[in-house]
């Protein structure tokens, strides 16, 4: 079987769940062809929006969530003037690359292949991977006439079926994560990384500024830096922002700073809490490594992030701040020895599946 995986680079979850699931299917399936930025470059159109979104999440938090906020209104009939344009792409795009199964990890592509295969009765199997965890989705991942729908929870599948998803249609299958997060940690890779020792008396705070290293955590690590400094091993991720690596470099020595690294498994496995943004693939990453979150909404929660407030009132595995002084509360807190055991019992009590194990057995299956 022959399997085209389709996502876009918006932002990097999309592209991490799609890496995740990859690295099981490729065990099993010798034809996979991956495509992480199959909507950038299958126009221009798409390519400038593309990049404009991952500016505005370096640079400006606020003016992101207001430009998300207006892609999510367009409305339908809108849909009908754009499909011509992306049909004659799309028709260049699969006379190029034939299939027999399509997995898809964007919302932004799926109602279109979707109409593509129905108008063109292609006999194609085409499954949905909702990367979104939480209430709302992002529209897209609820697109009717695909063969099948995995998402990570009970609360995704209630969407889908409010949506008009048919349930036989749908797969909790559990948020998709690397093979890497099952192995065991390589205490040698975790030298290489570092590069330093860490005090093994002092409790161990990540600081996730994003794929895209958002600037406005210049001040998140400048505060948990200094109510830290002498108590707390402190790491800092910048994504791929060397701007803002610069900054920690040159401000705070003492602190470990990183860019962006591929085996944050390594990291999250020593951390007692991940201070970070509220990204579905970064969310239950923390949560498969047993690391509680502390998730930064000072500068708002995007759409389709906004129920991360709801999941974690129910399950208690974290807390979501809305200010500095709102943070250093909620951390100190956080790091008390009892709450911090109660934390991670909660963690554990959710009993996470690897969603990339589960979308591999579908698919063997069929």
């Known amino acids: 079987m022959k399997i085209l995986m389709l996502g876009a680079a918006t932002g990097n979850g999309h592209i991490s769940a799609m890496d995740s699931i990859y690295s099981y299917l490729s065990d099993e399936f010798d034809e996979i062809q991956l495509f992480p930025d199959f909507f950038e470059n299958l126009m221009p159109s798409n390519r ?44 260049n795009f699969f006379s190029m690359h034939t299939c027999d199964l399509i997995v898809s990890t964007s919302s932004l592509i799926n109602k279109y292949i979707i109409r593509y295969i129905e108008n063109n009765k292609l006999s194609v199997k085409f499954y949905i991977v909702v990367t979104d965890p939480f209430d709302p989705l992002y529209p897209g991942f609820t697109s009717n006439g695909a063969d099948g729908y995995f998402c990570a929870n009970e609360t995704v599948k209630k969407i889908l079926l409010n949506d008009g998803i048919i349930e036989e249609k749908i797969c909790v299958s559990g948020y998709p994560i690397h093979k890497k997060f099952d192995k065991a940690v390589d205490d040698t890779l975790l030298q290489n990384i570092l590069n330093r020792d860490l005090n093994s008396q002092y409790p161990t705070i ?161």
């Open 48 to 91: 400038i929006i593309s990049d404009f979104y991952n500016t505005l999440l370096a640079v400006s938090i606020d003016m992101s969530i207001i430009f998300t906020n207006l892609l999510v209104l367009e409305k339908p009939e809108r849909f009908e003037e754009t499909y011509s344009l992306w049909a004659e792409a799309l028709k």
């Open 206 to 366: 990540l600081i996730n500024c994003g794929a895209q290293g958002a600037m406005h955590f210049v001040s998140i690590i400048k505060n948990v830096y200094e109510q830290y400094k002498s108590k707390a091993n402190i790491i800092v991720l910048c994504g791929r922002n060397k701007s803002l690596y610069n900054v920690c470099q040159k401000n705070y020595p003492e602190i470990v700073t990183l860019s962006f690294i591929a085996d944050i498994q390594v990291i999250l496995n020593m951390s007692d809490v991940c201070i970070t943004k509220a990204g579905g693939n970064t969310f239950y990453e923390c949560l498969y490594m047993n690391c509680p979150v502390l998730i930064d909404a000072s500068k708002g929660l995007m759409y389709q992030e906004a129920g991360v407030v709801d999941f974690l009132e129910e399950n208690n595995v974290g807390a979501v701040f809305y200010n500095n002084e709102d943070m250093s509360t909620k951390l100190a807190d956080m790091l008390q020895i009892t709450y911090l055991d109660e934390l991670k019992k909660n963690i554990c009590n959710l009993r996470l599946r690897n969603g990339s194990i589960s979308i591999l057995n579908y698919l063997k299956n069929l």
